[in-house]
């Protein structure tokens, strides 16, 4: 079975405050895609990374950084330095390797306050 | 770079009616995926359209159908409608079916009185 958890319904933390969010999947894949996903007020989903399983390399993307672990199966995103636009609710999600049935996680609201 | 776009962004429907729903994918996509977000909740696959065909189905009812166009655009039709079919639909453009990235529109709200 194929899921996603992210157990951090809300965050709210003060703005220049670093913020982890935390993404656990299961899957008997040994092949898979994680993504992580923005969702600002407006609706759209923005694409924010997307990482294959057999590359664990961490990576960073000016204030964002993300740290997966395939022996823990966490795909965690970290905003450094946090800003009032980052303010959205992220969604993790979990695609099998050559199927295109996408699983979220049920979101994490991120408030971030002046 | 156009990006992906939908309509109508709001639609207000009562039990029992049809309802379709359109999407243009973005320029240089040729696959198309939609999903259901009910209120609190991530997205659900519906189903995915390459090459005019349905290409993947989620755990949805008959009653929630597609097509794809030539030009890759895409309709979502769902016939019957029933008071939880209220949600965000969205729709996500990718190149060449199931390994590629897929990049959302900004959806249609559907209410269902």
């Known amino acids: 079975a194929q899921k996603v958890t992210q157990a951090q319904t809300e965050i709210s933390v003060v703005e220049k405050e670093d913020v982890t969010l935390d993404c656990v999947y299961e899957?008997?894949?040994?092949?898979?895609?994680l993504f992580w996903y923005k969702q600002p007020p407006s609706g759209e989903l923005v694409f924010l990374i997307r990482r294959n399983s057999f590359d664990e390399q961490n990576e960073i993307s000016g204030r964002y950084s993300w740290n997966f672990q395939k022996s823990t199966s966490s795909f965690n995103f970290t905003i450094t330095a946090s800003q009032v636009v980052d303010s959205a609710v992220y969604f993790c999600?979990?695609?099998?390797?050559?199927?295109?049935?996408?699983?979220f996680g049920a979101g994490t609201r991120l408030t971030v306050k002046p | 770079e156009t990006g992906v776009t939908q309509s109508p962004t709001h639609l207000i429907k009562t039990r029992g009616q049809q309802v379709t729903l359109r999407c243009s994918s973005q320029?240089?996509?040729?696959?198309v995926s939609w999903y259901q977000q009910a209120l609190g909740q991530g997205p659900q696959f519906i189903f995915q359209?390459?090459?005019?065909?349905?290409?993947g189905r989620g755990n949805f009812p008959p009653r929630f159908s597609g097509l794809q166009f030539p030009n890759y655009s895409s309709e979502l039709n769902v016939n019957a409608l029933e008071l939880d079919d209220s949600a965000l639909y969205l729709c996500?453009?990718?190149?060449?079916?199931?390994?590629?990235?897929?990049?959302f529109g900004p959806g249609t709200r559907l209410l269902v009185l």
């Open positions: 359209y390459y090459r005019e065909e349905e290409n």
């Open positions: 899957t008997r894949d040994t092949t898979y895609y």
């Open positions: 996500a453009s990718s190149y060449s079916g199931v390994q590629e990235t897929q990049y």
């Open positions: 320029s240089g996509h040729n696959t």
């Open positions: 999600a979990l695609r099998r390797y050559n199927n295109n049935d996408m699983r």
